[in-house]
């Protein structure tokens, strides 16, 4: 990340196309660092507020602008992990990650409703296996040098040399930091349901949720799964997680109740099969699955309204 230049050598600056162009990768590693896509936003405003108060010598002098701008916005990133472990000790309930809309579900559809207009991927955070509700909560209970030194060498690809230099540890240390990380990942997960298993299911407990079938709820809950909701002390929901298929069930039944004019839809959610529920247009609850031997495990339920709003900046409906 060097910017020291050779006397008398007068580079010009990095086309600006260039440095705008790494935003969509700066915001896929910062979400997967922070778990919130509002934090990665400011983690790559920060970044880029950091590269243009450079001097334009300095900036003519880095050979790659992309690697400069990834370094920083990793130790960004690493400096806010520390800052949001205290603040979520603080918070009100259990701090789920945001989650994120795939938005190629609705920002496709004309005003005429038409989906015909392909989306560009790019425009989007890759939606893959590091982006889903199970993978991110396992990444919160890890430490932020272990979160990130595997997330830019498991996930991105980087060398150990260079994750370093974002740690500010040994290339050895951080290749132990991420080894750590990979087994609690692989301790947390259980193994992937089929893609066309896990939308059927879901489907099927959202038709069972609609009917208030409580017999059905329970057949598609594993007899130990775990439903943990996420408020943030602003709106009404359970501090702490909701264990067994019985108790889960009643407390869907009873959210159905208070709520009649409840609106269920199938979206994807960090690109898996999820649900979002709507009343009057605007986005409740967003809740993800972890499947597994055919029932439903955990939910995680999103319902921290300032986390929720791409939902219905979207048009999720």
């Not at 196309?17 to 700066?26: C, I, K, Q, T």
């Not at 943030?232 to 909701?242: A, E, H, Y």
Request: some cysteine.
């Amino acid at each position: 990340m060097s910017t020291s230049i050779e006397p008398g050598l007068d580079r010009s600056e990095p086309d600006l196309s260039v440095v705008v162009g790494e935003r969509r990768h700066l915001l896929n590693v910062g979400y997967r660092l922070l778990g919130s896509l509002a934090e990665a936003e400011d983690a790559v405003q920060e970044t880029y507020a950091r590269w243009y108060a450079l001097s334009p010598r300095q900036r003519g002098a880095v050979d790659s602008p992309g690697a400069w701008l990834t370094t920083v916005a990793g130790r960004v990133c690493l400096d806010m992990l520390g800052s949001a472990r205290v603040r979520r000790e603080r918070y009100v309930g259990t701090w789920l990650p945001e989650p994120l809309p795939d938005r190629a579900e609705w920002s496709s559809v004309r005003a005429d409703g038409d989906r015909s207009e392909p989306v560009d991927p790019a425009d989007r955070i890759t939606l893959d296996e590091s982006v889903n509700m199970a993978f991110l909560v396992v990444l919160e209970s890890m430490t932020p040098a272990e979160r990130v030194a595997f997330i830019l060498h498991d996930v991105f690809r980087y060398p150990f040399a260079e994750v370093a230099e974002i740690v500010g540890r040994s290339p050895a240390a951080c290749r132990q930091l991420a080894s750590s990380a990979r087994r609690r990942v692989r301790a947390a997960q259980p193994p992937a349901a089929p893609v066309a298993g896990r939308a059927a299911l879901v489907r099927n407990f959202k038709e069972a949720w609609e009917a208030r079938n409580i017999k059905a709820l329970v057949d598609l809950l594993d007899p130990d799964a775990t439903m943990t909701a996420d408020g943030g002390g602003l709106v009404g929901t359970v501090l702490r997680p909701v264990e067994g298929s019985r108790l889960i069930a009643q407390y869907l039944i009873h959210i159905a109740d208070k709520a009649p004019g409840l609106t269920l839809l199938e979206r994807t959610v960090n690109g898996q099969p999820g649900l979002v529920a709507q009343n009057a247009g605007v986005t409740a609850t967003v809740a993800a699955f972890e499947l597994a031997d055919g029932r439903v495990t955990r939910i995680w339920a999103v319902r921290n309204p300032e986390k929720l709003r791409p939902w219905t900046e979207e048009g999720a409906s």
